[in-house]
């Protein structure tokens, strides 16, 4: 079932059950109000400044900037959020939101449980109790993500259907809303799902952008030529790229994680080899195999390891307003090493393809050109896989 709310382009809509539309029509309605509420916004605000650590440094990074010859580049913090990653803007959000509307019990999705462990934390800090599907592979996976989520007062449920991995845990936790919606919010962790999922998450991450834009002007007193960001979903890239998509100069690129190669069938990269379909909710492009089924998809960043990306990202690629660049495992693990080695700063491996992007453009632009990268998390929790990616073991 459809509308026209929530379209971008052809893209987005609401393919869902009937049972689950009273659950995304309260979740609009609410949110069309809180929005535009003055106390909604003011403690949100709270939340991102005083418990997050907003905003975010953008940080001119000189060592690579001169080491790379070209462009002045400039690396967005997100990094040093609460958490470690841009997810808690989303969270705080949709949590706040969730307890304005009265709900008591937050459940969420979770692939490398990134997103699981941010939204047991809000879930703790506003009393709330919180379930957090996952799938069976991941939770072997990622077993330390699933002692913080324990830690922090959340159930976690191993999802074993399917392959046991995040598309799976996105079925489940849907059916677990449509279940029980009186009590409970689900907190999509990415711009994707049913309308209004891609908006909310959208809104909430845009304070990256917004943040980018008064600090860059402040510094450069000029908007950026290039804002890279890394695409799972999309919420750190469209969160990035919101503030600056009515500004034509500023060129938005997204970094798809290609895996081993977009010309093998180990990749995540959706708009590289993706197709138009309908999934979890949205039409979008998604990985299909032959039949239309959503293909197994591959990266060595569990955070990007998703078959499908938001709507407004397959609209912007649609219209060429942002363009989408395909980073290999192996550039990435190099961009990982270089930021750690030049800035003494150790990125996620998603944000990592970002960082490829940029060093492979940097040295042909002029001096006064200048690239705004978002580090959408730091590397900690990926040191222990990017050593044995190089064939050195360490114990965790
Ligand atoms: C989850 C995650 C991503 C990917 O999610 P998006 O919705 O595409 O932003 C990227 N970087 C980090 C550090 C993550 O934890």
Known sequence: ????????????????????????????????????????????????????????????AERMTQDLHGAKIYLKREDLNHTGAHKINNVLGQALLAKKMGKTRLIAETGA??????????????????????????????????????????????????????????????????????????????????????????????VISREIKSQILEREGKLPDFV???????????????????????????????????????????????????????????????????????????????PGIGPEHAYLHDTGRAEYVPVTDDEAVQAFEYLSRIEGIIPAIESAHAVFHAMKIAGKLSREKIIVITISGRGDKDCAAIARYRGENISE
């Not at 999802?159 to 009590?183: C, F, N, P, Y």
């Not at 890279?228 to 100069?249: E, K, M, P, Q, Y």
Request: hydrophobic share 40%; with cysteine; charged share 20%.
């Open 228 to 306: 890279i960001a890394c695409v799972g979903g999309g919420s750190n890239a469209i969160g990035s790229f919101w503030h600056f998509i009515n500004d034509a100069s500023v060129k938005l690129i997204g970094c798809e994680a290609a895996g081993k190669g977009v010309d093998t069938f180990e990749t995540a990269a959706t708009i590289a080899t993706g197709r138009l379909g309908i999934f979890h909710g949205m039409k979008s492009y998604f990985c299909q195999d032959e039949y239309g089924q959503i293909a197994p998809v591959y990266s060595i960043s569990a955070g990007l390891d998703y």
């Open 1 to 60: 079932m459809s509308n026209s709310r929530g379209r971008f382009g052809i893209h987005g809509g609401q393919y869902i059950t009937e049972t689950l539309m009273n659950a995304v029509i309260e979740l609009e309605k609410a949110y069309d109000f809180y929005k535009n509420d003055a106390d909604f916004n003011s403690e949100l605000t709270r939340l991102f400044n005083e418990y997050a650590g907003r905003p975010s440094r953008l940080y001119y």
């Open 113 to 206: 449980g990134q997103h699981g462990v941010a939204t047991a934390t809000a879930a703790a800090l506003m009393g709330m109790s919180c379930v957090v599907f996952m799938g069976e592979e991941d939770t072997k996976r990622q077993a330390l993500n699933v002692y913080k989520m324990r830690l922090l007062g959340a159930e976690v449920v191993s999802v074993k259907s399917g392959t046991g991995t995040l598309k799976d845990a996105v079925s489940q936790a849907m059916r677990e809303w449509t279940s029980r919606i009186s009590d409970t919010h689900y907190c999509l962790g990415s711009v994707m799902g049913p309308h209004p999922f891609p908006t909310i998450v959208r809104d909430f991450q845009a």
